[in-house]
């Protein structure tokens, strides 16, 4: 049973324009949360992390939304640039614990010229 | 970038044979974990470690297994090889539990035949 879920496998987005990429949990005992970009052949990289104390966290053009009533974060991208063109999984842990993340499948972002 | 060196990048090995896989991190991070990547699937943790031989079981870890007798190194064993673990490995490191991100090496792609 898939805890964390990401149910876009792909999305195009116009350069200049907004990206949303949409990320569900149903384990509620994740309170962290974060994105990692991942281009072909390189490991993840991390991207932006939210804790489960706040709604909203912001650096530069990465914001990260957390809805934890419906167990629902956003990674909003303004403007999208093409180096943004990558495979995007969200990730989740549990405060104390030392197994890891649980990722998502991933989104594969196409930003469009 | 996090110090993480995964070796070998790239083998290709037989059904039935055993296969090791390391990862050297020069970060002295308590914790490391091993991943595995398929298509349709994100990553999915295999074994991590929290401690110089202290290891504990991921979501897919039957026919893995890992020693951790340094904390710099961290090895993943397929004791005897199938089809079904030809996929991308990808060791990761993180200083705290539950509250930091964790840093990806380069991945390690396996192929059995």
């Known amino acids: 049973d898939q805890q964390v879920k990401q149910n876009s496998p792909s999305l195009s987005v116009q350069e200049g324009r907004i990206s949303i990429l949409n990320c569900d949990y149903t384990n509620s005992m994740f309170d962290y949360f974060l994105w990692y970009k991942k281009y072909p052949a390189e490991g993840p990289t991390f991207l932006i992390s939210i804790s489960s104390i706040k709604d909203k966290n912001e650096d530069g053009r990465f914001t990260v939304f957390l809805n934890k009533s419906a167990k629902h974060l956003s990674l909003h991208i303004v403007p999208s640039q093409p180096g943004d063109s990558a495979v995007y999984f969200c990730a989740a842990s549990r405060g104390g614990g030392a197994d890891g993340l649980t990722f998502g499948k991933g989104t594969h972002l196409i930003i469009q010229p | 970038d996090a110090g993480i060196t995964q070796s070998p990048r790239h083998k290709v090995t037989e059904t039935g044979t055993p296969v090791t896989l390391r990862c050297h991190q020069t970060e002295n991070h308590r914790y490391m974990y091993w991943y595995r990547q398929d298509p349709g699937h994100g990553l999915r943790l295999i074994h991590y470690s929290y401690g110089v031989k202290d290891t504990d079981k991921g979501e897919v870890s039957d026919g893995y297994s890992v020693s951790r007798s340094k904390t710099e190194d961290f090895l993943l064993t397929l004791e005897s090889a199938t089809s079904s673990q030809t996929s991308v490995y990808f060791c990761?490191?993180?200083?705290?539990?539950?509250?930091?991100?964790?840093?990806f090496g380069q991945g390690t792609r396996l192929t059995v035949v």
């Open positions: 990761a490191i993180s200083e705290y539990v539950g509250a930091g991100e964790a840093f």
